[in-house]
């Protein structure tokens, strides 16, 4: 016996999601606006090469390590409550961000803007779930909800660089407050509230052991990242092995845990979420290089460089604006493996430009954007859908951390490919001094601070030599892309169309 369709969404849904897009805008605004406005900060605050990372690194760090226990937090006191508690907090510590005096008070700001931001991003997606029940519906509002973020990061060098010409540097902070007025007013009116009754007390053992599994593994990615690999960051990641073992454990004993780990015995749930780390990785690490390639190759400012990656944010939006509309007519997991096809397209287009060729890197990047988009929208409601309405929160929060993870990863691994293929092949002329040498073969950031004492030929050959290590890295991010790819094909394809029934599938008995 087939059960009554769902209720299809109407006015007040679409006026909600309308709603929740401005705090989704928001967190992928502070993802990037600092790309303009360290150099005035710097300028003002003087803060030391180590602080200059906290500060921009405190954020996506602190949102990655609360998201498991915010989107769980939301199942227990409700979603729009902790939503408006956020946003709130957004406010609020942004402000403080605008007027920090110093360094460690902004690192400080920011890491509570990151604290903030990990109950924005579950609440808007559990949200979104709790009110678009038809699928087809609701992989569309996921869609939207994607790109949001999207057009969020690409606005984010824009807007903080007119923020700085305008005014002074805090000011790009106060952007969230306009926008936290709008949510707050306008949250009792549009949005539903939902908390499962049957959730129980926090667990704050299961809390402090996610933070212990989270935070280590991602600050040894971001301090791989910039040292290499080193005996700090392999503790580090065993710290984070040890305590992610003994959350687990401490969740399948649990009557309430804070993260459901039956969840990942549903077959389209993992896979999803692999996809989404695969994918993440390869798009974090390649839009890390294509934004150095366009500053430090081809010379364009940080302002310009954001508007070239314009085209590439355009891509993105359709992908995850039409995959949904697509996957209505074949299956999702088609649909995904299609545009991670299409981006395998951008990756070997990257394995081939030059340092000349600006124009094709844009045009590579855009290919690479149009996978993300699919699979943000259409995989991250694989994951939403696949967990019942009572763990949407967690499974939201699950999705979310696997993204931020993704990427984290994705700068650290394909960086440190780059920096250290370019270590290799770089060599200085006869003669150079000691200390040019260091920095010449170092990186190509460091080769261009020593312009004045290096030939153009030098520098030219620099260049190239960086170009010629990020073919290296986009080979290798797309061959991870296409085993992404036959996922899709293989742990997917049981999944019919949006909006067609589906029969009870293996991997829910």
């Known amino acids: 016996m087939l059960d009554a369709p769902p209720h299809l969404a109407g006015r007040r849904e679409w006026a909600g999601l309308a709603l929740l897009s401005v705090p989704t805008v928001l967190l992928g605004l502070d993802v990037t606006v600092l790309y303009l406005v360290v150099p005035s900060m710097v300028a003002a605050l003087d803060p030391s090469t180590t602080q200059t990372l906290w500060i921009m690194d405190a954020y996506g760090f602190f949102i990655a390590g609360f998201l498991i226990t915010m989107g769980t937090l939301g199942d227990r006191i409700g979603r729009r409550r902790l939503l408006m508690i956020g ?49 087809r519906q609701r992989a569309l509002a996921i869609g939207v909800w994607a790109t949001m973020f999207a057009v969020g990061m690409a606005a984010g060098p824009v807007a903080g660089g007119a923020m700085v010409d305008a005014l002074w540097w805090g000011a790009a902070f106060l952007l969230a407050v306009p926008a936290a007025v709008l949510v707050l007013l306008g949250a009792r009116r549009v949005l ?26 991602i600050y040894a990615v971001k301090h791989t990242a910039v040292h290499g690999p080193e005996l700090k960051s392999a503790f ?109 397209i951008g990756y070997v287009l990257l394995t081939i430009v030059g340092s000349g060729d600006g124009a094709w890197v844009v045009v590579a990047f855009a290919f690479v954007y149009l996978g993300l988009g699919a699979i943000s929208a259409l995989g991250t409601d694989v994951v939403v859908g696949s967990a019942p309405a ?112 589906q029969r009870v599938e293996a991997d829910q008995r």
């Open 390 to 501: 009572s763990k949407s929160g967690s499974a939201a929060a699950m999705s979310e951390t696997v993204m931020e993870l993704g990427i984290a990863v994705g700068v650290a691994l394909l960086g440190s490919l780059t920096t250290a293929l370019y270590a290799a092949r770089m060599t200085a002329p006869p003669g150079t001094a000691p200390q040019v040498t260091d920095g010449l073969t170092g990186s190509l950031p460091e080769a261009l601070a020593l312009a004045d004492e290096l030939s153009a030929d030098v520098l030219v050959r620099a260049q190239e030599t960086f170009t010629s290590a990020m073919n290296v890295a986009a080979a290798t991010a797309g061959s991870a892309i296409i085993l992404a790819t036959l996922l899709c094909l293989v742990a997917l394809r049981h999944l019919p169309p949006l909006g067609q029934e």
């Open 87 to 135: 946003m709130t907090a957004f406010a609020l510590a942004s402000i403080f961000a605008a007027l920090a005096p110093n360094a460690e008070l902004l690192i400080l700001a920011r890491a509570l803007l990151g604290i903030a931001g990990a109950t924005l991003m579950p609440s808007t997606l559990s949200l979104i779930s709790n009110m678009f029940a038809d699928a």
């Open 192 to 217: 539903p509230e939902y908390a499962d009754p049957a959730a129980g007390r926090l667990d704050l053992a299961s809390v402090a052991l996610s933070l212990a599994a989270i935070l280590p593994v």
């Open 236 to 344: 580090l990641l065993a710290v984070g092995v040890i305590s992610g073992t003994a959350f687990v454990r401490r969740q399948r004993g649990l009557r309430a845990p804070l993260l459901d780990v039956s969840l990942f015995s549903n077959r389209s749930f993992s896979a999803a979420l692999v996809v989404l780390l695969v994918g993440l990785i390869g798009v974090g690490g390649t839009m890390y290089l294509v934004t150095q390639y366009l500053q430090l190759v081809q010379g364009l400012t940080p302002f310009v460089a954001g508007l070239w990656m314009g085209p590439p944010a355009l891509a993105m939006f359709a992908a995850a604006i039409g995959a949904p509309f697509v996957a209505r007519r074949l299956r999702p997991g088609s649909v995904m493996a299609l545009t991670l096809g299409l981006s395998v």
